[in-house]
């Protein structure tokens, strides 16, 4: 048996390995600079992948120019927040704002100690240049993913929801967080800690339910299931009815919709259900009989926009995608609800060369 072919061997029983090298780039940086110039924030990505037991580490460069500080020092903080009012709601030096966890490094001067860099952060300071200073952040996997609350058709301002922030800024007083920073010693810049669904989905939930009626002696059973647990975004939800109608009524129509809940209990206990999707289906079940179909729903921010406080996915602009649903089955007047989750998909691996 030869084995020469599959091993790629010349007819000179030679060996030939081609190693090829690949380099790490960044192909968009995310940029701020400050009021007065003096500090420039720099990112490599602005969204940071949650895998429920860790989340990927925010790192980045601040740029500072020396001659600019008059001996201040520069910090950069990473701060997760809620925000349930807008700005201009703000009254009497009173924030609609709390936070749910911050993190502050000094990076001017120097504190002393030099970690491994990552590409990215290689690639960031290489091209900063000599004035670019290095920082990372590990968020806890117990904070809230971004999310917002999708505002009304008539108002304005930042919307309510969880976001996160990193903030570059001179301070003044040295290791004073209460200090109040001017503006124009600060650059700033929204980031987002997002999930996708996991690679492995499991089998859908499945309830039941019996009802009696009056002036019958015997009950009506539905039974719905769901084909898998998380759905993506955009992609119709399959639903299995079945029904045994062992009643004298007849089943004039099925609905199936689709209910957002949503609970806030950072400054309350609010739990709100919003309609997002409703389909009536004339489909009939005679007294006696039994029927057995599956129905598709989708449900769709684009359906959508005009209500307020929706829960979203919380980009950064206009591409947002309703979060996690609770979808119900109805018919005539017995109802069972089943759990669902709706998420994006993970990207393919994208591998740049230089």
Not at 265 to 283: H, M, N, P, R
Not at 309 to 330: F, H, N, P, Q, W
């Amino acid at each position: 048996m030869c084995f020469g072919p599959l091993l790629g061997l010349s007819g000179s029983n030679t060996l030939q390995i081609q190693i090829l090298f690949f380099s790490f780039f960044i192909s968009r940086v995310f940029k701020k600079t400050s009021g007065n110039g003096t500090i420039a924030l720099y990112l490599g990505k602005r969204d940071f992948v949650d895998n429920v037991d860790s989340v990927e580490i925010v790192e980045g460069v601040v740029k500072v120019d020396p001659s600019g500080l008059n001996d201040r020092k520069v910090y950069v903080y990473l701060a997760c927040a809620f925000r349930y009012g807008s700005d201009d709601l703000d009254v009497i030096g009173l924030s609609f704002r709390r936070d749910i966890w911050l993190h502050r490094v000094q990076v001017y001067p120097p504190t002393g100690g030099s970690e491994a860099k990552s590409p990215m952060m290689e690639s960031l300071l290489k091209k900063v240049g000599e004035q670019g200073h290095a920082f990372s952040f590990q968020m806890p996997p117990n904070l809230p993913c971004s999310v917002s609350l999708q505002p009304g058709p008539n108002d304005s301002g930042k919307a309510c929801g969880v976001d996160f922030e990193i903030k570059a800024y001179i301070a003044n007083a040295p290791d004073n967080p209460d200090e109040v920073i001017e503006k124009k010693d600060t650059c700033r810049l929204m980031i987002r800690k997002i999930q996708f669904a996991p690679a492995n989905n499991k089998a859908g939930a499945k309830a039941d339910i019996s009802k009696q009626f009056m002036m019958s002696d015997k009950p009506v059973h539905l039974e719905a299931s769901l084909e898998k647990e998380v759905y993506y975004h955009g992609d119709p939800i399959t639903v299995k009815v079945q029904i045994n109608n062992e009643t004298n009524k007849t089943v004039k129509k099925i609905k199936i919709s689709v209910d957002q809940l949503t609970s806030v209990v950072l400054y309350s206990s609010d739990t709100y259900v919003k309609e997002v999707c409703a389909q009536e289906f004339g489909e009939t079940v005679n007294a006696n009989s039994t029927f057995e179909k599956s129905f598709q729903v989708t449900p769709l921010l684009a359906n959508n926009k005009e209500k307020r406080g929706l829960a979203v996915d919380g980009r950064l602009k206009d591409e947002d995608t309703s979060l996690y649903m609770l979808i119900c089955k109805m018919f005539s007047d017995v109802v069972v609800e089943l759990p669902v989750t709706l998420m994006s998909p993970k990207p393919a691996g994208e591998f740049c060369i230089l």
